[in-house]
């Protein structure tokens, strides 16, 4: 309709909304930047500028070092833990479950992810309770006692990665389920007549066949996991000790939560940014090749 | 003639426009109160509607926990959003609010028929900074022992009176999974882990500060008490280690528990039997010596950026001095809240010692001589306290093994966080 080159028509649809957008993105992280060179704590309400001592600060802080390690725990552990269960139950209701009763177990699959995150989060707090809890009931019946899992350094992050793993995982089910409807019977319906296995039926042809979307799955998961606040914030609250506590917790509380040094915050805020608009670019990057 | 009486018209109609204006503009529609669930309120709230019929003020409360409520109301002040007129303030951060301004002092804003000086003593120490007042209380105590009188009628122990003791009876009673000698709180936060285990220091012979105000609480005796205060753990149900004190609470109430020591308010929680196994079978003492009992007050303040202008302090004023008038203290009662209360008058009532059971009455009898304020009341102490309670969290929870180390790192934060503040 246009000839290219020779309209400035694009330019004037697409110039105030990007406009917007600019103004929208730019101006609160530059904003967050001017705040990490500052030493401003809420108390106070005079700040100066401190440049880099922010930074220099927190490469020796214990407890943003340990903060580091449990974000990149619970993302590996989170990611990996929904999109395999996801698989895992589509691939067992796919060849087992047929009709109107795959349908009322889709149904019952969505239902975790539509529970806001807190709501979920309380009901597995008090199913966790080792006193009151139905899961230290049920394990009380088998002879099992010390059930704290929420209190226990070593499980307590896999205690609240397995209430984001029902949520998305089930989810994920459902989704992974109906790309496997897609797909054309021929391929699989041939591998099965080769004598090939179930699970090779899968791992090697439909699984295969379902790169592309699987991939955006790992993708919208790892952003999703990223905010993980609301979920570990009510089940924990980062503890027990700093077992459970991720950048956005330990930046909350340093900035709001604690004591109030918001630009000490900021700047793991803007650390966060960059590390993740970085890694996330070299891993598109990382699977384009490989897609290619 | 007519001319005189036109000038008197007049100067009186000129003299009287200040006062209508100032009526006039004295009609603030709405007042935000940032606040924390309490018995008090939910009982006050039922005659909110009069309130609001009378004043012409809309009152709307918006409610968070504990951690939450501290950190909500410190960003609105600091960040001078002044979303809320009248904010809910304690012991651990009236120091923090008074010497930043955020909070006005009340005296000049609280009618004077309210009757402050009818709130007990106690009360009006703790909501004071540098013998100003600043907030007028809606729930506070100090700290009881609860203990299972059946459990130690059965064991043939009596009410243990010294640390020692108590520490010997806990073991003996400890018989899990039916019942876990004590309980405590873990959980993180300068008013959760550190708030009970202040007394423990203290017990001990620690101190907060040096004789050069430096921070000391990483002494030896500091080192031993929360050695004493992690052992206790493991006398302590499954998970008690990261418990609040709602947990702690509600795991004495189910029966599972022998001995806790809480703030005296929650002995009317163990004696209401629609939510507690154990009402009627728990006794209240002084917390064993040498523990001092950790006095403690809420209550509502006037925020300085929320309520601007006179008018709206005034306002601000009259409502906290319904909300924490002697007819609500009387509805509580009325309404079987027999923990919430802050006044001589409502203690000196007939209803009040009729009603009150004569072992909650005999345990303030006991506990009130020891009562003291146990935590460092400084502008910066919901930093410093909030930073030692995750230090404590670690070594409660077994994350951190090294107990001087832990107490040292937390001396030198509270330490930095001073220096800063005289910068």
Known sequence: ?292 | MNKICLGAACAVLGAALPLVASAQSCNVPVLKVLAQKSLGLTVMEKSLADYQKRSGTRIEISYFGENDRRAKSRLDAATKAGSYQVYYVDEANVAEFASAGWIVPLLKYFPKEADYDDFLPGRRAVASYKDVAYFAPLIGGSDFLFYRRDLLEKAGLPVPRTLDELVADIKKLHSPPSVYGWVARGQRGSGMNVWRWAPFMLAQGGQWTDKNNQPAFNSPAAVKATQLYADLFKYAPPGAATYDWSNALEAFRSGKVAFMIESTPFADWMEDSSKSSVADKVGYARPPAPLPSAAYGHGLAISAVGAKDECTRQAAGKFIAFATGKEQEQARLREKVFSDYNRSSTIQSDYFQKNVKPQILAGLKDTTPVSKLTIWPSPQWPDIGDNLGVALEEVFTGTQKDIPRALDEAAQYAQDAMEHARK
């Not at chain 1, 019977?185 to 042809?205: K, S």
Request: hydrophobic share 55%; charged share 15%.
């Open chain 1, 1 to 292: 309709m246009f000839n290219r080159g020779k309209t400035s028509l694009p330019y004037l649809f697409l110039g105030p909304s990007l406009l917007v957008m600019l103004v929208l993105g730019l101006v609160p992280t530059v904003a967050a930047i001017n705040l990490a060179l500052k030493n401003r704590v809420l108390r106070y309400p005079d700040s100066d500028y401190v440049w880099l001592r922010n930074l220099e600060r927190l490469m020796s802080d214990r407890r943003f070092l340990n903060a580091i390690e449990v974000s990149a725990v619970w993302e590996v552990v989170t990611v990996l833990g929904a999109v395999m269960v996801g698989i895992a139950i589509a691939v067992y209701l796919f060849e087992n479950v047929h009709g109107k009763w795959r349908q009322a177990m889709c149904v019952l699959l969505i239902t975790p992810v539509l529970l806001p995150r807190v709501s979920a989060a309380f009901i597995w707090k008090f199913m966790y309770s080792p006193l009151t809890g139905i899961l230290g009931w049920l394990l009380g019946l088998v002879g099992i006692h010390d059930t704290a899992f929420l209190s226990d350094p070593a499980l307590a992050l896999y205690a609240v990665a397995l209430v984001d793993i029902w949520q998305w995982g089930l989810f994920f089910a459902v989704i992974v389920l109906k790309l496997l409807e897609t797909l054309p019977p021929e391929p699989l319906e041939a591998a099965r007549l080769d004598y090939a296995r179930t699970w090779q039926v899968y791992a090697y042809i439909a699984l295969p066949m379902l790169k592309g979307p699987l991939i955006s799955l790992v993708f919208i998961k790892m952003v999703e996991s990223l905010r993980s606040f609301d979920l570990i914030y009510v089940m924990t609250k980062g503890g027990p000790g700093v077992a459970t506590e991720t950048l956005d917790m330990y930046a909350y509380a340093q900035g709001i939560g604690l004591s109030g040094k918001v630009s000490y915050a900021s700047t793991m805020a803007v650390l966060m940014m960059i590390a993740t608009t970085l890694i996330f670019t070299l891993i598109w990057k990382r699977v384009s090749k490989w897609e290619d």
